[in-house]
């Protein structure tokens, strides 16, 4: 089996990863309407607590859902902020507002959990599930899939199919509408937010034995997951999804081919500006 | 009147500057005044980075000299000046410490400090005996001498131990670059490939703190590396060498630097027993209870400072010190402390695997040996008794 291949089969695992980071990245901007930076910094926050409770003897499924409940909370707290001041916000003082949020979330998780402190992560999936292409894939990596896939079709489900989706979408886009129209519009709003730090912590607990495990490096997980959510055009679910697959197989074949390995960070914008240039490619522009 | 109160507070400052420049210049050579050795530490801004142990450890062996009498008769005043681990604020110390009439530095532990201050050091005729060193200027300067053997050279030293001691042909050494340490890091590679003659199968410098490792290890597993060396710290380490187990490379041995011979990495791997995980130990190995170690850890277990490499290059440093302040005849200056480095005869510490030296060469890397630690039930076992010297030495 060709190295190329197999390098690309073995980043789908970390695509799996970005995929349903910027899943839950895409929900928060559809549902709240902002384009949230602190979702992988709170993911971590959650996390890292979980880390910390069964380093200190607390048992595991205990440890999780104390961790995803934090993540929850904390996520909460930022959406509280982001309803009670920025609701009516224009939508780059919201991203602004998130980015000086993610800054100061990072800064005390550093502080918290150790900027390289190594997070001691379970990782009970770690046993191999079937052998593709010369890569071993593991039981984590059809996990995330599974769960990534999974969250596409809910989502999609969600919001076209049901009442509250509905709801909610109207919420998002018409906040001040949809509140005179009898819809609960802040307690939806946190419930979304509470969703998303749920979610988001839960996939950083399940993924991170793959990435390096510190605090600070997994909250700059925060790019491929707006990579992702990019793809999908900030809209479609579907999109997003092949969005974070096609990601990580481009970070796993860019990491075979000497010349470009060193640009691999670069490797979203590229495929960003390919995504944008082909979906406006019926544009027409006229010089007047 | 804002802009008053600001021309006054300069003022102030610059007085206050001149004064204590004054004074400490006055100071140095009276008999009776304390010889002040200053240190620069990163002790914030990077958690990770422990600098702490080495100058608190230092301090203690420079308390110990001054209740046996000092320096012929001269107590050590110690000045640590925290960098922030900010370029701006090193070279601010550096000026801090001198104008309080520092005649040497010695116990350094700074992740900026060499690289800003390198040539300040040299107009200033300053010589620095550095616990522990990370840019490459650390190893690369006419004034710095860092006792600990550094990124670079650990890595030539791993590569030596890998294919001279295990006896393997194909190494493959993936490295994540580190602020101005491209060219050294390659140049360690040359450097194993002239004293072996051999070639590297692969030399990596792409891999970014965030990257997925998978893919490069399947690189390295499709290309046969018998050995895979890996310069990053414990949040890389860790995932390396669980991803190795879930490709199925049980028989590759990872070696990897002193930044990884941690008690963390130890817990973190201990399941995965069937792994070969080596660490190069700058200094005697710090698990082990051994001669060498005895009066470095009962010092450091007195000061409460628990055992780690960075407290071994503080012990060593300010050691050397000692030992270079001792030889000096007559005033204590700057001047003189550089005049008795080039003149020192080699000081044989113990701990490390070559002696201390400075002379008069253009740069100093005196520490070019390390003890390899091997992974074993989730604890560091040395398995190197002696320590592995780097051949080609030119520091």
Known sequence: ?288 | MRHALKTISVVVTVAGTMLATTTGCGTSDDPSSPITIGALASLTGNDGFPAEDATKTAQAVFDRVNKQGGINGRKIQFVVKDDATNPGRASQAVRELLAQGAVAFAGDATIVGCAVNSAYYKQQSLAVVSAVGVDPVCFNSPNIASVNVGPFTSITANLYFASETLGHSKLCNFVQLTPGGQAAYTAAVTRWEKATGKKITINDDSIQPSSDLTPYLLRAKSAGCEAVVFNAAQPQVVPMVKIAKAQGMQNVDFLFLGVSYTEGVARALADLKDMKVYAGSEFEPYTDDTEANRDWRSLAESIGVAGSSFSQGGYVAAQTMVEVLKTIKGDITRESVTAALKTLKPISNPMTGTPFTWGDATSHAPNQAVKMVKLEDGAWKTVTPDFVVVPGADG
């Open chain 1, 1 to 288: 089996m060709p190295l190329l291949l197999s390098t690309t089969i073995a980043g789908l695992a970390a695509g799996a990863a970005y995929a349903l980071l910027g899943l839950s990245n895409l929900l928060t901007y559809r549902l709240a309407g902002v384009a949230n930076f602190t979702q992988t910094a709170v993911g971590a926050f959650g996390a890292f607590t979980m880390v910390a409770l069964n380093d200190a003897g607390v048992p595991l499924p205990v440890a999780v859902v104390t961790g995803v409940l934090v993540g929850a909370a904390l996520h909460t707290a930022v959406g509280g902020i982001m309803v009670a001041w920025f609701a009516e916000g224009r939508q780059v003082v919201k991203a602004a507002v998130t980015i000086m949020l993610f800054a100061a979330i990072v800064a005390f998780g550093n502080r918290v959990f150790g900027a390289s402190t190594v997070g001691r992560f379970p990782d009970p999936f770690a046993g191999i599930a079937f052998h593709l292409g010369g890569v071993n894939i593991t039981w984590t990596a059809v996990i995330t899939t599974v769960l990534a896939v999974g969250a596409t079709v809910g989502c999609v489900l969600f919001l076209g199919r049901t009442r509250l989706g509905l709801k909610l979408r109207a919420l998002s886009e018409r906040p001040t509408t949809a509140a005179l129209s009898a819809i609960p519009a802040g307690g939806l709003a946190l419930g979304v937010w509470a969703v998303g730090g749920a979610v988001t912590t839960l996939t950083i607990i399940l993924v991170a034995p793959l990435f390096p495990t510190d605090y600070m490096s997994l909250s700059y997980l925060i790019t491929q997951a707006f990579a992702a959510a990019l793809i999908g055009g900030f809209r479609s679910f579907p999109l997003t999804l092949a969005g974070g697959f096609a990601l990580g197989a481009l970070g796993g074949l860019a990491s075979s081919l000497t010349v470009v390995a060193q640009y691999r960070p670069a490797i979203p914008l590229i495929v960003i500006l390919v995504v944008l240039l082909w979906s406006q490619r019926r544009a027409r522009w006229e010089i007047t």
